[in-house]
């Protein structure tokens, strides 16, 4: 018994098509022993590369277990091919009360997803397997997506009727609010985040605006209308998507701030080759980090790194360092005296209070370095 000669990329598709193409396959094949790939492949309606993908993917899928004996099992005699263990998937479904349970949540959820595509299949899908489920269906369950609020509905809303939206936005990037008209286009979840994406006539350009960050929203009385020259943005590698002409930012890092090369899309990460000499504290492996990466400007960078506190140094750029000196300095000389009785702290204008010197702890470290 060998596995199928080659694998291959195959060519683009959604997961839903590959998912019905694989439940397919496997009653497909169990009635067509010794069938040829390149006949299987036209029946199909796919490419013989694809097809053998399909089969790679079956032949480690299976039952609860996952060793011999559990999984989908096949036989090759040059290029044709034969089913000799199915795993039970050419049986008719039954489903017991916990499953059909979980199943009727998840369609929900699903279906409750902003900007979730086939919402109409969602919901046919759903009214099959209440009906099916019976008195089951009618338990005290609620669904409702993280971030799924009257906000994110609003704007699911503007995007149905297709209208224009005023909106009271807070750029992060900028830590500044500003008030904008846009052409809404869709709403959709990115990493656990609803966005709107719009066209937005102060940018003139398509932007993405994170439903948490409105602070405000007017649907108007005219039409939503988007140029021709508005394209959707390519989410497929995440909302930031780095370009080599934003500043490079290499920040050393203790190991309270690690997670930063989780949360933020890296250029490097490595260990520094300096902080083993003794003349750091450094973490229990012995090192402190140094992290590159790109961010929009400067000044979220500067907002960046005061949030993390004393366990992060700027190496570079220069200016970067010196900014960020300065504004921890001066949070630091605003608390150096008590002020006079009765008399408001103020910091000064413009300065940032650093967790660790006067900012109350918990204070959110910083946006996303992609979002708007």
Same mark, same amino acid.
């Given at each position: 018994?060998?596995?199928?000669?080659?694998?291959?990329?195959? *060519?683009? =598709?959604?997961?839903?098509?590959?998912?019905?193409?694989?439940?397919?396959?496997?009653?497909?094949?169990?009635?067509?022993?010794?069938?040829?790939?390149?006949?299987?492949?036209?029946?199909?309606?796919?490419?013989?590369?694809?097809?053998?993908? @399909?089969?790679?993917?079956? #032949?480690?899928?299976?039952?609860?277990?996952? *060793?011999?004996?559990?999984?989908?099992?096949?036989?090759?005699?040059?290029?044709?091919?034969? +089913?000799?263990?199915?795993?039970?998937?050419? !049986?008719?479904?039954?489903?017991?009360?916990?499953?059909?349970?979980?199943?009727?949540?998840?369609?929900?959820?699903?279906?409750? &997803? %902003?900007?979730?595509?086939? !919402?109409?299949?969602?919901?046919?899908?759903?009214?099959?397997?209440?009906?099916?489920?019976?008195?089951?269906?009618?338990?005290?369950?609620?669904?409702?997506?993280?971030?799924?609020? @009257?906000?994110?509905?609003?704007?699911?809303?503007?995007?149905?009727? /297709?209208?224009?939206?005023? +909106?009271?936005?807070?750029?992060?990037?900028?830590?500044?609010?500003?008030?904008?008209?846009?052409?809404?286009? !869709?709403?959709?979840?990115? *990493?656990?985040?609803?966005?709107?994406?719009?066209?937005?006539?102060?940018?003139?350009?398509?932007?993405?605006?994170?439903?948490?960050?409105?602070?405000?929203?007017?649907?108007?009385?005219?039409?939503?209308?988007?140029?021709?020259?508005?394209?959707?943005?390519?989410?497929?590698?995440?909302?930031?998507?780095?370009?080599?002409?934003?500043?490079?930012? &290499?920040?050393?890092?203790? =190991?309270?701030?690690?997670?930063?090369?989780?949360?933020?899309?890296?250029?490097?990460?490595?260990?520094?080759?300096?902080?083993?000499?003794?003349?750091?504290?450094?973490?229990?492996?012995?090192?402190? #980090?140094?992290?590159?990466?790109?961010?929009?400007?400067?000044? #979220?960078?500067?907002?960046?790194?005061? /949030?993390?506190? %004393? @366990?992060?140094?700027?190496?570079? %750029?220069?200016?970067?360092?010196?900014?960020?000196?300065?504004?921890?300095?001066?949070?630091?000389?605003?608390?150096?005296?008590?002020?006079?009785? /009765?008399?408001? !702290?103020?910091?000064?204008? /413009?300065?940032?209070?650093? %967790?660790?010197?006067?900012?109350?702890?918990?204070?959110?470290?910083?946006?996303?370095?992609?979002?708007?």
């Amino acid at each position: 018994m060998t596995r199928p000669a080659q694998r291959s990329g195959g *060519g683009a =598709r959604t997961s839903a098509d590959r998912l019905a193409r694989l439940l397919n396959l496997v009653p497909y094949l169990l009635a067509r022993p010794g069938i040829e790939l390149a006949e299987a492949a036209a029946d199909l309606g796919v490419t013989e590369r694809q097809l053998r993908e @399909d089969l790679e993917l079956l #032949w480690v899928c299976g039952l609860p277990g996952y *060793g011999p004996g559990d999984l989908i099992d096949m036989a090759f005699d040059g290029d044709r091919v034969t +089913i000799t263990y199915d795993a039970g998937i050419d !049986r008719p479904l039954r489903l017991t009360p916990d499953e059909a349970l979980a199943l009727v949540v998840a369609l929900r959820m699903l279906a409750e &997803t %902003p900007g979730m595509a086939n !919402r109409d299949a969602i919901e046919r899908a759903l009214a099959k397997i209440e009906s099916a489920a019976g008195e089951l269906a009618d338990a005290p369950v609620a669904v409702r997506m993280p971030g799924d609020s @009257d906000r994110v509905a609003a704007l699911r809303g503007a995007v149905q009727r /297709g209208r224009a939206l005023r +909106i009271t936005y807070y750029a992060a990037t900028r830590d500044e609010t500003t008030d904008r008209t846009v052409d809404p286009i !869709r709403v959709l979840m990115v *990493g656990g985040l609803a966005y709107l994406e719009a066209w937005c006539r102060r940018a003139e350009s398509m932007r993405l605006f994170r439903a948490d960050r409105i602070d405000a929203l007017v649907e108007l009385d005219e039409p939503a209308a988007p140029p021709p020259q508005a394209r959707l943005h390519d989410l497929s590698a995440g909302i930031f998507r780095p370009d080599q002409d934003l500043p490079l930012v &290499t920040l050393r890092v203790g =190991r309270a701030s690690r997670w930063i090369t989780e949360y933020y899309p890296c250029e490097r990460v490595e260990p520094d080759p300096g902080s083993v000499d003794g003349s750091r504290d450094v973490d229990r492996a012995g090192r402190e #980090w140094l992290v590159s990466l790109r961010v929009t400007d400067l000044a #979220w960078a500067r907002r960046f790194v005061l /949030g993390l506190g %004393p @366990d992060v140094t700027v190496v570079a %750029p220069p200016e970067l360092a010196d900014q960020v000196r300065d504004r921890a300095a001066a949070a630091l000389d605003a608390y150096a005296s008590p002020p006079p009785e /009765g008399a408001a !702290r103020d910091p000064g204008p /413009g300065v940032e209070l650093v %967790p660790g010197a006067g900012a109350p702890p918990g204070a959110e470290p910083a946006a996303s370095a992609g979002s708007h």
